[in-house]
T-cell receptor
């Protein structure tokens, strides 16, 4: 049973560039959430996708956008990168209506903005 | 609003017990506990839904006091593998975002 996968594992970009991160949910899951985790902090919710629509959004600027595909995989796009965007980006998958909609995290993508 | 975890850090010897607390100022529907080791993703431990249930997982258990909006994670007879940062994630509805606390760093020494 494949867990949540993310790509790439690491990424280095410069300020002003754009980046796309990818996530494949755990088998049987249909909902994908994205989180940003700065060093020494808890994960911060960016947004959640369900049925290819943004279901809920956290307090992140419009530079952060996403997409969910018919196979439930998802992308996170960040435009006009800032130094402060350097963080671990975590994808979590869950089953809508499942027990407590438990979220299972992928290994993350570590983004460094120079 | 972010839940508050206490203590911020705890150091144990193998075999000792620990309690980690998570407190919210908002009404909660569920509390989710995760453990994260350095450089890795958070690993799901357990979920508690409103109703004051207590759950157990090997030597790790948790409780949820709905009236006080507090949850506690109990680690008994700690093992070296328990070391890591423990996060509680809270949710006010049955779906959607988890709001995480700042984490509790647990270190278990031989």
């Amino acid at each position: 049973d494949a867990g949540v996968t993310q790509s790439p594992t690491h990424l280095i970009k410069t300020r002003g560039q754009q980046v796309t991160l990818r996530c494949s949910p755990k088998s049987g899951h249909d909902t994908v959430s994205w989180y940003q985790q700065a060093l020494g902090q808890g994960p911060q919710f960016i947004f959640q996708y369900y049925e290819e629509e943004e279901r809920q959004r956290g307090n992140f600027p419009d530079r952060f956008s996403g997409h969910q595909f018919p196979n439930y995989s998802s992308e996170l796009n960040v435009n006009a990168l800032l130094l402060g965007d350097s963080a671990l980006y975590l994808c979590a998958s869950s089953l809508a209506g499942g027990h407590g909609e438990t979220q299972y995290f992928g290994p993350g993508t570590r983004l460094l903005v120079l | 609003q972010q839940p508050v975890q206490s203590p911020q850090a705890v150091i144990l010897r193998e075999g000792e017990d620990a309690v980690i607390n998570c407190s919210s100022s908002k009404a909660l529907y569920s509390v989710h506990w995760y453990r994260q080791k350095h450089g890795e993703a958070p690993v799901f431990l357990m979920i508690l839904l409103k109703g004051g249930e207590q759950k157990g997982h090997e030597k790790i258990s948790a409780s949820f006091n709905e009236k006080k909006q507090q949850s506690s994670l109990y680690l008994t007879a700690s093992q070296l593998s328990y070391s890591g940062t423990y996060f509680c994630g809270t949710r006010g509805t049955s779906y959607g975002k988890l709001t995480f606390g700042q984490g509790t760093i647990l270190t278990v020494h031989p």
